[in-house]
């Protein structure tokens, strides 16, 4: 009988029902789609970064 918390409260994952199920399931792709799409994010605002710093020496020094 797995267990699964929900909001603080524990659930018999079998006593659920498949609609229940479903949409636990939903819920979880969503919850490892955002992880996915933060960590993205993340990656590109390192990049980002890199290449600002890149073109920021590639600059001349001085304006004219």
């Not at 229940?20 to 979880?28: T, V, Y």
């Not at 955002?34 to 890149?54: D, G, I």
């Amino acid at each position: 009988m797995p267990m699964i918390k929900i909001d603080g409260k524990e659930y018999d994952l079998d006593a659920l029902s498949e609609e229940a199920r479903n949409q636990l399931a939903s819920l979880q792709f969503v919850d490892a789609e955002l992880a996915r799409l933060n960590a993205q994010v993340a990656v590109c605002k390192t990049a980002r970064m890199a290449y600002s710093a890149a073109l920021n020496e590639l600059l001349p020094k001085t304006l004219s």
